[in-house]
């Protein structure tokens, strides 16, 4: 079975521009979490979806939204990007509420 | 949330047993113990998981104290593709968030 895939891999954007990012989970697994690394605060929750719903929510500002879709890919968009966004950004798969999958990653720069 | 304790590194020699301990004195009864590792390059990885009994599985071993306020995460072969960062979190039953701390990175010499 394919893990999760995450779309693109690296991207480099400028101050105020946005972006989206893409991911595919696990064949039948219904919810995706989004979480933000960074060195200095580390892996921190953003949101999660379920069933096209977003079901609980990270402290992170509006700027930062989701979406999932009826196949259950999700995107995640950050408009009026600021330096402190360059990050991993990493989504996570769950078919039950024990495990979830993470996918490698989206690395983030912004110039 | 709980929170957890780690060691912030330690390192072992390969082929020898690892033991990554965690101190969680303010979990509640209902809180699960779950071990996350991330390899470099690469996101977090699901290690074990349990609440009140130890548990095993193909990866490795968590050993829960009786009195639940601290656990051990048992690698017991380390290899130096176990070389990661582990992270000791406790989540509360349903599709709560993961709550990263800043976890234990783990060497492993050849």
């Known amino acids: 079975k394919a893990g999760v895939t995450q779309t693109p891999r690296y991207l480099i954007k400028t101050r105020g521009q946005q972006v989206t990012l893409s991911c595919s989970p696990i064949?039948?697994?219904?919810?995706v979490s989004w979480y933000q690394q960074t060195p200095g605060q580390g892996l921190q929750f953003l949101f999660e979806?379920?069933?096209?719903?977003?079901?609980n929510k990270g402290n992170f500002p509006g700027r930062f939204s989701g979406r999932q879709f009826s196949n259950s890919r999700s995107e995640m968009n950050v408009s009026t990007l600021e330096l402190g966004d360059s990050a991993l950004y990493l989504c996570?798969?769950?078919?039950?509420?024990?495990?979830?999958?993470f996918g490698p990653g989206t690395r983030l720069t912004v110039l | 949330d709980a929170k957890t304790t780690q060691p912030n590194s330690m390192e072992s020699n390969e082929e020898e047993p690892v033991h990554l301990p965690c101190n969680h004195s303010?979990?509640?009864?209902?809180?699960?113990i779950h071990w996350y590792r991330q390899l470099p390059s690469q996101g977090p990885e699901y290690v074990i998981h349990?609440?009140?009994s130890n548990v095993n599985n193909r990866m490795a071993s968590l050993a829960i104290a009786e009195d639940r306020k601290s656990s051990t995460l048992i690698l017991h072969r380390a290899t130096l593709r176990d070389a990661a960062v582990y992270y000791c979190i406790l989540r509360y039953p349903g599709n709560t968030p993961l709550v990263f701390g800043k976890g234990t990175r783990l060497s492993v010499i050849a």
């Open positions: 064949s039948g697994h219904r919810s």
């Open positions: 349990g609440l009140t």
């Open positions: 303010t979990i509640s009864g209902t809180d699960y």
């Open positions: 979806y379920f069933s096209e719903t977003q079901r």
């Open positions: 996570a798969s769950s078919l039950l509420p024990d495990t979830q999958y």
